[in-house]
């Protein structure tokens, strides 16, 4: 099976609500890989209705790129409005559609709803299944085979509540783990990590990032702008593996069968993890 292409997916996730219409530009303006209009956490209850209205207004007049919106949750009473509205959007509406992401995943009927949904809006768009409860990560491997499904995320906040245990827990590591065994089962772009709640100590956010990335994601959720950088620079290869890298590229395309690199045997493993580092990095 062939590994997902990381180096064309989005690295950076920034949310912004959907309740505040004067900020979807300003996202879209900002460094972030995808922007997600979000209808569910970061709306009131009693601004449901109007903030699905400003949305699909967006939308009607197009925005400067696509974005994802993250619709309510399949138990709500919000799930097949929203749903109803995206595949109803006409032509000119669904090009500002880059995707869904399902929250709270638990269910397959669910997610095959919203797979549907976004056919009817259009095809090759980004469908990402939030896991954030346990009966999410029990049917993770079911959910994965999901037809259309792109990649899963992480919902760390949600998910250490149902699971009594902190964030920042080996439990809530773990469930990464499986998230990235069973993305790469199933041909997915490995999973997104949670967003970082931390906006001022930026180098924080570098150093979990990079340690996020070293569990096997490939990318992170972001609420707010000021955390893009240090995403970026925690996700992508670092200057010295990308130098690393080029050294065994070279040593390999010498024709030498036993070329070392830094006291290292360059066999194929090593030559792989190379070509790797330099199909992720960036210009």
């Given at each position: 099976?062939?590994?997902?292409?990381?180096?064309?997916?989005?690295?950076?996730?920034l949310f912004v609500p959907a309740s505040k219409p004067e900020r979807y530009e300003k996202a879209l303006a900002s460094e972030a890989d995808a922007v997600i209009i979000d209808l569910e956490d970061a709306v009131a209850l009693a601004d449901k209705d109007s903030a699905l209205e400003a949305l699909l207004a967006a939308f009607g007049a197009g925005?400067?790129?696509?974005?994802?919106?993250?619709i309510n949750a399949a138990d709500s009473p919000w799930f097949e409005r929203d749903l109803a509205a995206l595949s109803a959007l006409p032509p000119t509406a669904a090009a500002?559609?880059?995707?869904?992401?399902?929250?709270?995943?638990?269910r397959t009927a669910d997610l095959e709803r919203a797979v549907a949904t976004l056919r009817a809006a259009g095809a090759g768009l980004e469908v990402v299944a939030l896991i954030e409860s346990a009966p999410g990560v029990a049917a993770a491997r079911e959910l994965a085979a999901t037809p259309g499904l792109t990649r899963f995320a992480v919902g760390a906040a949600d998910l250490s509540f149902d699971l009594d245990c902190e964030i920042g827990s080996a439990t809530v590591d773990w469930v990464y783990a499986q998230l990235v065994v069973e993305s790469r089962l199933a041909g997915l772009a490995a999973p997104v990590a949670s967003p970082p709640f931390e906006i001022r100590d930026l180098g924080l956010v570098e150093r979990e990032a990079a340690r996020l990335r070293g569990l096997g994601a490939t990318a992170q959720l972001s609420i707010h702008p000021a955390q893009l950088p240090a995403i970026h620079t925690g996700f992508l290869p670092s200057a010295e593996a990308i130098a690393w890298a080029r050294r065994v590229e070279a040593a390999a395309s010498s024709g030498d069968g036993a070329a070392q690199v830094d006291g290292q045997m360059i066999d194929k493993p090593v030559h792989e993890r190379a070509g790797r580092i330099l199909a992720q990095a960036r210009p």
């Open positions: 099976m062939a590994t997902p292409d990381v180096a064309a997916a989005a690295i950076s996730y925005l400067s790129r696509p974005a994802l919106v993250r500002s559609l880059a995707g869904i992401v399902v929250p709270k995943a638990e």
